[in-house]
């Protein structure tokens, strides 16, 4: 079985559920449903790494360190791209290669997607033009004025308009299960929900 590419972007101050919600989610995946299939990855259909500007340690949110897989030159190709949030967007605004390797990974990958402020990143690059999208609650604003063209939904968890952009933290959790139920159907996500023990389909109260 060919394996799907899952990189998730690391870099100093992402929020860590930001990024090991998703982790969770496609690494835990199997085509195969139950728990002795998650014993082996024969029907894993993702193979799911974290990628950074280098290979140094990153510090995370509450000052986890996390050793990134890979980095920017060493990357294998990507088909599902994850770009988290956290405070640490705000200082990767101006960065210019951040904001290239984005658009480049972005272009040859089969989804873009990101969790929490990760969708301002997103936005700066150019990739939420005259699409819907959402970001953390106290990021709504802000979203909104990095590109007057994208219309933001602000009681949504979950958004799919060619990227899948969600809510904050947690909400990445939902956003990757969506992704796995739009490429291997709803029954494998269930499944996959089933297993780590969450619920699909939670909604925030307007």
């Known amino acids: 079985m060919q394996k799907l590419n899952v990189g998730i ?14 982790f969770e989610v496609f ?3 199997r085509l195969m449903p139950g728990i002795e299939s ?4 024969d029907s894993a259909p993702f193979n799911v790494f974290t990628v950074a500007r ?22 294998p190709g990507i088909d599902v791209l994850v770009i988290p949030g956290g405070f640490g967007t705000r200082q990767l605004f101006d960065d ?37 999208a959402t970001t ?8 909104a004025t990095i590109d007057q063209t994208t219309t933001v939904e602000r009681q949504r968890r ?7 952009t969600s809510a904050g933290v947690a909400a990445g959790i939902d956003m990757a299960l969506d992704v796995v139920e739009s490429l291997y159907g709803r029954a494998v996500a269930d499944e996959t929900a089933k297993y780590i023990e969450f619920p699909r389909g939670q909604q925030f109260v307007a």
């Open 54 to 75: 280098s290979i140094e340690l990153v510090r995370c949110t509450g000052g986890l360190r996390v050793q990134p897989h890979v980095d920017f030159a060493s990357a």
């Open 136 to 143: 953390h609650w106290g990021a709504l604003d802000l979203l």
């Open 38 to 41: 998650r014993r082996n990855a």
């Open 96 to 132: 210019v290669d951040v904001r290239d390797w984005i658009r480049q990974m972005a272009a040859r990958a089969q989804l873009t997607t990101s969790v929490c402020t990760g969708a301002l990143l997103l936005a700066r690059a150019g990739l939420l033009s005259h699409r819907r």
């Open 158 to 164: 979950v958004v799919q308009d060619v990227v899948f």
């Open 9 to 22: 972007f690391i870099f100093d101050d992402v929020e860590v559920l930001d990024f090991a919600g998703p």
């Open 27 to 29: 690494s835990r995946t």
